[in-house]
């Protein structure tokens, strides 16, 4: 293609062993072809670009003086993980990044040696690579494990509880801090390239072990006296105490775009007979893609782009987002009600909650990486009166989930959850689609469980949230965006647990829940024109359930099916358990649950992974008419 750049060193090096091949002067210009080639490919696929740019030399550094796969190479999150792709034996489906059927935007075990363990959430890195290091000590077997974690990263408290164990992997295991937004100690030229070869020397290291030892044999004074010494030495040198108080040899900080740095630092520490190391990189999120470097927030992930002018392709206009629906109606809410708050662990712009931060500073809170925090700040915000909303996607809520049980259900506080990214989420695959919160969530006494069907319906479920003072409440709502309905100027206190009739039938009765109520009225209207007459019902709430209302359906129609947009457990499982105590199963029901499949599914186009869940508005007529055959049979057709 002519839009491909010239790589002709990159060209010659399929895996890592061919990069090792090459003398230390040849990686500056891999580097720079490397970098060429992740930014053409996400300019062809769209994805993660800022973190991967980033990282390119170190990628490089990494392959070339460690002995991958061997030695194990942990990314944490794994969205930086582009140009270790292209350097692993993957470049030839590297445009195929996030489309279905191709590379996964992260690392994944069944997709390469190399990614040896998967990776999509942060901060698991150092625990997974602990794990890696130890099995190897306990084995015999040789082979370092190497974690490469983001200053991001490092403020959920996951990586500090390895960190705290690391001590027993000795110099197996090498953590590499990517400080790349926080800054902690920004290098300093020669000097700090320097300090960092010297501190990661074997000589330096032996000489610290041994008057370690010397100095626990002194007196405790002079011991207590000579380590203070020397950890404000290091402290003010290199700002690594933290990390030496956490049992690891700290290097650094040193220039991560620097190869000339990079590598005999690497070097120094592999070769360690101490450790564990931490060896503290600084790099520039966007390096050597000057829109990226002036927009690092804008570039993190993109659509596809003009590689050439950096111009990412817009979408075309249409409604406006779920997530600045909720923003916009949240800040509504937060005029009215001075105790409202907002909460998000590191997501503002991507649950709405930047939108509140705007208009109310001084009541909004984005704790980092931090979800389990979240939550317990919010249950203590709402034990002393105050009315939380605590805005975290599905997927990383589940990260909390013993906070939710413990924190917030059990003492029956009013935390409002705002649940973004519920359901499937397209390109972001298996580790990012909203799933199970319906699953997690009904099966908790206290919870009110709300899914909004439309934009319309999320103003109605904020305010209605923003209301509820009795326990704790949470909406769901998904990625993208609306379906165009008008939004309500008032919105709406819904009536807890009351659902409502979209459609009025006869013979099927759909129960749908959330934004499936769409297909399941294009179901009913191909339904009708077979003279079926159809109700449909959009039950609002899968906690507490319309039990009325689901009875009044379930005994006046042939045949009812619930459809939601999560796994098994949640809706479907919720009316079956009522339909039983309430004997309607031994009134003849027919009633068939529509739900995600039991499967992680990989990522595609979102109207690929609604077809292979099963739930677009095809698959609902054939359930509906396999039921009304199984019925008018009295046998049971092998169901798909």
Known sequence: MSDLPTTPLLDTVAVPDDLRKLAPRQLRQLADELRSETISAVGHTGGHLGSGLGVVELTVAIHYVFNTPADRLVWDVGHQCYPHKILTGRRDRIRTLRQGGGLSGFTKRSESEY??????????????ALGFAIANKLSGADGKAIAVIGDGSMSAGMAYEAMNNAAAAGNRLVVILNDNDMSIAPPVGGLSAYLARMVSSSEYLGLRSAASKIAAKLSRRVHKTA???????????????????????????????NLDHLIPVLENVRDAKEGPVLVHVVTKKGKGYAPAEASADKYHGVQKFDVITGAQAKAPPGPPSYQNVFGDQLVREGERD????AITAAMPSGTGVDRFAKAFPDRAFDVGIAEQHAVTFAAGLAAQGMRPFCAIYSTFLQRAYDQVVH?????????????????????????HAGSFDVTYLATLPNFVIMAAADEAELVHMTHTAACHDTGPIALRYPRGNGTGVALPAVPERLAIGKGRIVREGKKVAILSLGTRLGEALKAADALEARGLSTTVADLRFAKPLDEDLIRRLLTTHEVAVTVEEAAVGGLGAHVLTFASDAGLIDAGLTLRTMRLPD????????????????LNAEHIIDTVLKALRHNSDGVLEARA
Request: without cysteine; hydrophobic residues 40%.
């Open 338 to 341: 001075p105790t409202i708050v």
């Open 227 to 257: 380590a203070k010494v020397e950890e404000y030495a290091r402290g003010m040198a290199t700002g690594g105490t933290l990390f030496e108080e956490l049992g690891f040899y700290y290097v650094g900080p040193i220039d991560g775009h």
């Open 407 to 431: 924190d917030v259900a059990i003492q029956n506080l009013p935390v409002r959850f705002a649940i973004d990214r519920a359901g499937l989420v397209g390109a972001d695959g298996a580790t």
């Open 115 to 128: 990614d040896p363990f998967g990776a999509a959430h942060s901060s698991t890195s150092i625990s997974a």
């Open 599 to 614: 499967l992680f599914q990989d990522q595609d186009k979102p109207e690929a992974q609604y077809d292979e869940a099963r």
